[in-house]
């Protein structure tokens, strides 16, 4: 096999625009305040919306507040959903006096059939009646207009729901025919004693052009950027129980981190040795086969966009939104301006077209406490209420903002993501208006070792 | 939040202009202490005696600020913070209250703060 053909391959550019802003907390300053200022946030913001479209859903009805609310009154309120759940864990249990037999709890979802719902507004809440809203689809901090009457029991039953639905889309036209890729991958678990490291060496190679024939490598030119959706350093729990760490413990520490960034600068590094590589690839991609033996390289000028975002098992916060990880962690990649360090929610624009994604906290938390039959359905149920994040701060961990809530929706994205689930799952989600979504679902890679590659060119509405 | 009640007299009484303060001390005209059957308190023991009538007035009418449920919750965010925030949302709060605020002749928070 010969090797060293004289070719290069320029790497497609595309115009980033971050739009994180929204998610970055070190503008705030904390007073000391509760939750309550999110809420009105929140509850002021989405009432807004609905009333505007609320005259489109039931314009005959009058809009009143829960306090003047009439029996027998047909009307339209509008307020946050609170699920009374039953088995929800309750700090107040340890030190409740009777300990009667606890019912299993399935750890995994706390959802008991005498969950029920509650309206609430500044003024007041009304229990909720009637079939037509299921507490098994809602949860705590979701805001709705609802059609109904007040009952002699006082409770309010429910003849019709309205969501917010989902948000107008921008759409623009796409400037150039060219195709291009956005390679997302998540759960990398570096440090976790049975991540593979092998694995991801591969995807690296294969995403520089170190792997495959010319056809293969001209595939890994049109990949344009990389997105690192959480998860992808494990630090063995063993290292973190409290206890100063003995000096061989502290290079334990260290190193997911050193491995994770000589990997990283590999992306950015345009160039690679000169040795053939033969490998075994246990990888596999979604828009092409298993490739494996030698081949005449070519060099891929220009190196590779990265966006990294913390996850749950990152050094970083733990209350949504995450800030970006610390550049310390990261000396080699950090040189590189194309290395991007990002907030968990991350949204951003990639030659206009928007993506939106979290690492899968927020999807984890809606399985805790609701049931649908895929992970994708919650994907979409998070858009129609126009929400990143609704149990935040319920049941998530979350910053109390007073004047805003970062975590609604205002603009349709184009790609909704979200990392560490099960497995690969993706739909395209249709609007009323005309909104197109790819809502994607990013498997962990440590476990399945799947990458998700989206081609830009072929999202639906460019 | 328990309904609120523009009419504050539950917990604090009104006070007539000209009182000095339940005690009469023959030598101090300053009241350090109001006598607890006379004027309600606030917790904590917190005197209300506000001697300039203007001063009260101010007051008052921040205190109605406070209370306000459609600017939301008073606890936990300066009143200026508040105010700040119910413009951006585009509730149009009085302008009046602005200026006070500003003025620096009042409290900065609520009634409430650090009491709950």
Not at chain 1, 92 to 104: G, H, T
Not at chain 1, 322 to 337: A, D, E, H, I, M
């Amino acid at each position: 096999m010969e090797v060293d053909s004289q070719e290069q391959l320029q790497r497609k550019q595309s115009t980033y625009l971050s739009l994180d802003e929204n998610f970055e907390i070190q503008k705030e300053v904390y007073r000391g305040q509760q939750y309550s200022q999110i809420y009105f946030a929140r509850l002021h913001m989405m009432r807004t919306l609905l009333y505007s479209l609320v005259p489109n859903w039931k314009s005959h009805l009058p809009v009143c507040t829960v306090l003047e609310l009439e029996e027998g009154k047909e009307c339209i309120i509008v307020g946050t959903l609170y699920k009374h759940m039953k088995l929800k864990p309750c700090i107040l249990d340890e030190y409740s006096k009777e300990r009667s037999v606890a019912p299993l709890i399935k750890p995994h979802n706390f959802m008991h059939q005498d969950d029920y719902l509650v309206l609430e507004d500044e003024s007041g809440r009304v229990k909720l009646g009637g079939t037509k809203l299921s507490p098994s689809v809602y949860v705590t901090g979701v805001v709705v207009a609802l059609h109904g009457k007040e009952t002699s029991a006082g409770a309010f039953f429910v003849e019709d729901v309205l969501e917010a639905g989902l948000p107008p889309q921008i759409k623009q036209p796409l400037k150039s025919r060219e195709d291009k890729y956005v390679v997302f991958v998540s759960g990398l678990s570096i440090g976790r004693s049975s991540s593979n490291p092998l694995q991801f060496q591969l995807l690296v190679d294969h995403i520089t052009g170190h792997l495959g024939d010319e056809e293969e490598q001209g595939l890994a030119a049109e990949i344009v950027h990389l997105v690192i959706v959480g998860n992808s350093v494990e630090i063995s729990r063993g290292l973190l129980n409290g206890q100063n760490l003995a000096s061989k413990d502290q290079s334990r520490l260290s190193e997911p981190f050193k491995e994770l960034d000589i990997l990283l600068t590999q992306v950015f590094s345009s160039h690679h040795c000169d040795d053939q590589h033969f490998k075994v690839s246990l990888l596999k991609f979604l828009y092409c086969s298993c490739c494996l033996s030698i081949f005449i390289y070519v060099q891929i000028a220009a190196s590779l966009p990265l966006d990294i975002m913390p996850g749950s098992s990152d050094p970083a916060n733990f209350a949504l939104p995450q800030q970006p990880l610390n550049r310390c962690l990261f000396p080699g990649s950090t040189t590189f301006n194309t290395f991007r360090s990002c907030t968990n929610p991350h949204c951003f624009e990639l030659d206009s077209i928007r993506f939106l994604g979290t690492s899968g906290q927020n999807i984890d938390d809606l399985t805790k406490y609701s049931e649908a039959k895929d992970k994708l359905d919650f994907l979409e149920r998070t858009l129609r209420w126009r929400h990143l994040a609704p149990t935040a701060p319920n049941t998530l961990g979350c910053y109390p903002f007073t004047d805003r809530d970062p975590f609604l929706i205002d603009s349709c994205p184009d790609v909704y993501f979200v990392g560490n689930q099960e497995k690969y799952e993706t739909c395209l989600l249709k609007g009323l208006e005309g909104q197109l979504v790819r809502l994607i679902c990013i498997p962990r890679f440590c476990e399945t070792g799947v990458a998700v590659v989206v081609s830009v060119f072929h999202l639906p509405g460019c | 939040m328990a309904t609120p009640s523009k009419n504050m007299k539950a917990f604090y009484k009104q006070k007539k202009k000209n009182t000095t303060g339940g005690i009469t001390k023959s030598k101090s005209s300053k009241s350090t202490k109001p006598a607890a059957t006379d004027i309600a308190q606030l917790p904590h023991g917190v005197p209300l005696d506000i001697k300039d009538a203007d001063i009260e007035e101010e007051e008052k009418a921040l205190r109605e600020f406070d209370m306000n449920m459609a600017y939301g919750p008073c606890i936990g965010i300066t009143r200026l913070g508040r105010w700040e925030r119910a413009q951006r949302l585009g509730l149009n709060p009085p302008k009046e209250i602005e200026k006070l605020v500003k003025s620096g002749k009042v409290k900065l928070q609520s009634l409430f703060d650090g009491r709950m």
